[in-house]
C-alpha cells in the first residue's frame, strides 16, 4: 500500500514538473519574456498552450493598464503604452507574420506569394498592414471604458485559440520552418477543446464581475467567430498555412475582436 503511494505521488510530481516544463517552453518560444535557463524543453508541444501563453501575455498588458490608471496615466497614452509593450512581449513574432503575410497576398501571381513571405525585408503592404493593426487596437482600447484587463486576456486567448484552429484545419504549406512542429502538436479537434473551454469561461466572468450577460456572450460568440474566419480566410487566399500565416491569424484576430468589443460596450 505504502508502495503504491510513493508510486502515486511520484506520478504527480512528474506530471506537474512536466506541464511546468512545457509551459515554460511555450513561454520561451511564443514570447521575449526573460526566464531562466532551462535543460530538456520540448518545443514540439508548444502549440497546445497557445491560448494560456495568450492570457499570460494579456494578464500582463492588463496589469500595467491597471498600474498607469493608478497613477493617473490619461488613456489615450496608455493605451499607446499598453500596445508597445504588447510587442514587446512577443518580440514582434506574430506582427511580423501579419506583416510577411501582407506582402505575400500582395503579389498577384499566387505561385510567387510564398517566396515573396520567405524574403525579410518588409515591403510597402506588410507596413501598411503593421500600421493598421497598431492603430486598431490603439484606438479599441482608447474606447473601452470597462474591465480593460479581461478585454486584453481575452483578445490575446481568442487569438492564440485561433491559431490552433488553423493548425488543425488546413494544411502546412512548407515541408521546414518553425510553423512545422506545431502540426505535431495539434492533431484533431480534440487538442482544441481545453483551450475553446478556457476562452468560454474567461469570457463568461464578465457575468460575474457586473453581471453582463449580452457582453459575455458577444466575448465568446465574437472571439470564436472571427478566430476561425480569420484562419479560413487565409487559407482560402493561399490553399494552406505557413507560420507567418498563423501570425496573422493572431494578430487580426486580437485586432478584430477589440473593435467588435469596442461596439458591443456602446450598445
Known amino acids: 500500500m505504502r508502495r503504491l503511494l510513493v508510486k502515486n505521488m511520484t506520478y504527480r510530481f512528474h506530471w506537474w514538473k512536466q506541464l511546468l516544463l512545457d509551459i515554460a517552453a511555450s513561454l520561451i518560444f511564443y514570447t521575449s519574456i526573460p526566464l531562466p535557463y532551462v535543460n530538456g524543453l520540448d518545443f514540439r508541444k508548444v502549440a497546445r498552450f497557445a491560448p494560456q501563453i495568450g492570457l499570460i501575455i494579456g494578464g500582463i498588458l492588463g496589469f500595467f493598464d491597471i498600474s498607469m490608471n493608478y497613477f493617473g496615466v490619461p488613456t489615450l497614452t496608455r493605451s499607446v503604452l499598453v500596445v508597445c509593450l504588447w510587442i514587446a512581449i512577443t518580440g514582434g513574432l506574430h506582427l511580423d507574420g501579419a506583416m510577411d503575410t501582407a506582402d505575400g497576398l500582395a503579389v498577384g501571381d499566387p505561385k510567387r506569394r510564398l517566396e515573396v513571405m520567405a524574403d525579410s525585408a518588409t515591403g510597402a503592404f506588410g507596413a501598411m498592414a503593421a500600421i493598421a ?10 474606447d473601452l471604458e470597462k474591465y480593460r484587463w479581461l478585454v486584453l486576456m481575452v483578445a490575446c486567448g481568442w487569438g492564440r485559440w485561433g491559431q490552433q484552429v488553423a493548425i488543425a484545419q488546413y494544411q502546412y504549406l512548407k515541408p521546414t520552418g518553425k510553423g512545422a512542429l506545431h502540426k505535431q502538436a495539434i492533431r484533431s479537434y ?5 483551450g475553446l473551454l478556457l476562452m468560454m469561461s474567461l469570457s463568461g466572468l464578465q457575468i460575474l464581475l ?9 466575448m465568446i460568440l465574437a472571439g470564436s467567430a472571427i478566430a476561425t474566419l480569420t484562419g479560413a480566410w487565409f487559407n482560402h487566399k493561399l490553399g494552406g498555412h505557413t507560420g507567418d500565416t498563423y501570425g496573422a491569424v493572431v494578430e ?16
Open 252 to 267: 487580426w484576430t486580437e485586432a478584430l475582436l477589440l473593435c467588435v468589443l469596442t461596439a458591443l460596450e456602446n450598445l
Open 133 to 142: 493593426l497598431v492603430l486598431m487596437k490603439t484606438a479599441a482600447l482608447t
Open 190 to 194: 480534440k487538442d482544441l477543446l481545453p
Open 210 to 218: 457586473d453581471k453582463s450577460l449580452f457582453f459575455a456572450l458577444g
